[in-house]
């Protein structure tokens, strides 16, 4: 049974740095895409960041420059490290993992920026 487990989120001041981090239980985990989406209150669920299974990123324009996605194979695990946190990327954070057809979720972690 495939299994993600976000771990990292809490309470930052703005300005402020986190790192969440997901692992998975995922046989091949090198070969899937992974990415970090986000839902805020009221809002859909956007992409914030994805790295592909040959280490290429991107990101959503709001975090370009503050966030930096990353992967350790070796852990089955995907971090999202949050620098210059602001308001607005208060939200649940949820890991993803996709190959092909297959597309897994974490059940997420909350991030709350507030002073």
Not at 104 to 113: A, C, L, N
Request: charged share 15%; hydrophobic share 35%.
């Amino acid at each position: 049974q495939v299994q993600l487990v976000e771990s990292g989120g809490g309470l930052v001041q703005p300005g402020g740095s986190l790192r969440l981090s997901c692992e998975a239980s995922i046989t091949f985990f090198r070969l899937y895409a992974m990415g970090w989406y986000r839902q805020a209150p009221g809002k859909q669920r956007e992409l914030v960041a994805v790295i592909t299974s040959g280490g290429s990123t991107n990101y959503a324009d709001s975090v370009k420059g503050r966030f930096t996605i990353s992967r350790d194979n070796a852990k089955n695990t995907v971090y999202l490290q949050m620098n210059s946190l602001e308001p607005e990327d208060t939200a649940v954070y949820f890991c993803n993992a996709r190959r092909g057809a297959l597309a897994y979720w974490g059940q997420g972690t909350q991030v709350t920026v507030s002073s």
